[in-house]
């Protein structure tokens, strides 16, 4: 698109990894997604997770998706940190074009906790 990113927007395909650097709770945000992953997993198999990609990447909003056995993608929750909220679009541009498995989190998890590669921080 014209113009993309936006002032105070991240890159496009932007995931929490990416953003690591940025963000202002980098364990309690992804303590948070994975608490929201799991709810999405206790209902519909594997979840991931896409970032919101307007502002700074501090504390992105983040959704919780499945993939349908038609092969659609479909979004479970949205969030703002912990809280829920509405009226939102699967497709929009305010959403990463990239996701990330609960393995990926999981493991990135790890890597903030500063555990060797490969270990999962059972959270």
């Known amino acids: 698109m014209d113009g993309w990113p936006m002032p105070n927007e991240l890159p496009r395909d932007a995931t929490i990894k990416s953003v690591l650097g940025s963000l202002g709770k980098r364990e309690d945000y992804i303590l948070c997604v994975l608490k929201h992953m799991r ?16 502002g700074t990447g501090q504390y992105p909003c983040h959704k919780i998706v499945y993939d349908h056995a038609s092969g659609a993608e479909v979004l ?5 940190e912990d809280r829920p909220f509405t009226d939102v679009e699967v497709g929009t541009r305010d959403w990463s074009s990239a996701r990330m498995s609960h393995d990926q989190v999981k493991d990135l998890l790890g890597h ?10 059972f959270s």
């Open 39 to 54: 709810l999405c997993e206790a209902k519909h198999g594997p979840a991931y997770v896409r970032i919101g990609v307007t």
């Open 76 to 80: 479970f929750e949205a969030y703002d």
């Open 112 to 121: 903030v906790r500063g555990y060797a590669p490969g270990r999962r921080s």
